[in-house]
């Protein structure tokens, strides 16, 4: 297990200093499913107040806010705590697009709507489906929405690293927890990865005790979580997703919401003039400073 956060760390860490983006490799099918035989519902909006106030916010923060990577989902990601949000992911140029009570339906309209009409992302992260399971669709049909919402993805951002997460554990209905239908979904949409255009990473792990079971006093409601959940992934040593993270500078916005631009950036790079040592000693000012002529040697950070 703990391979799977070393890789949440290579995406983000490969996103954040180098505003990497893929190739057109980006656009090959994806391997997995159709999980469910026949086509998916169309999706449609939410009619919830909150709902659609949170996605008219996230429509103009895609265009107003700088960032580099989208995190899109439902209650745990707008929910996450604002405490280790703002310390880990916010400086790091992560936006929060997740609407609480989204299943995936609601999430690819979403996607069709405005939600990816900003300056392209570098970068995407996707947590979604578990409301799919509380609404009582089979794990099969979560998972094909899954599905969907990722070739929506592929088609609207070509280009950009996804990081597709495990759906997280919840004990608060017993049928999910009695069927397993969690792993169940995981099981499916891991399938979806490639290790390149899509990785997949499962941080159940990273949310239990030591007897495979929800903590309460991270989990209250043993569906949402608090401070001390979401910090868990930072104290797990050094290959926790977010304990790397937190050692990456934060950086400036590398996008403005108004840049015309929308292609690749090249990786930054970290100049510095560095003394030189010659067989021969120069008559030039910058060897009588002390400091090397030419050009100052840069490396990529």
Known sequence: MKKRPRVIAAFLLAILLCGYML????????RCGPFIQGELSPPAPRQNGHARARFEQINADVKNQPHRVLFLGDSLTEGFDREVWEQHMAPRGVLNAGIGGDRTDHLRWRLEHGNLDGPRPHGIVLLIGTNDLGHEWP????????????????????????LLLGLWPREDIPRILERHEIAAVNRMIETCADGSAIRYADLGSLLLGADGRLLPQISPDRLHFNTQGYARPTKTGQSGPL???????????TMSPTSPSRKPTRPMRRCAARPRKRAFPLKSRSARNGTQSGRAACQPR
């Not at 190739?23 to 994806?30: C, D, G, I, R, V």
């Not at 304990?243 to 916005?253: G, H, W, Y």
């Open 23 to 30: 190739s057109a490799e980006a656009q090959a099918p994806l």
């Open 243 to 253: 304990q790397t993270l937190s050692r990456v500078p934060a950086s400036n916005p």
């Open 139 to 162: 794990p099969a049909l979560a998972a094909e929405g899954i599905r969907a919402a990722l070739l929506k993805l592929r088609q609207r951002v070509p280009g950009a690293a996804i």
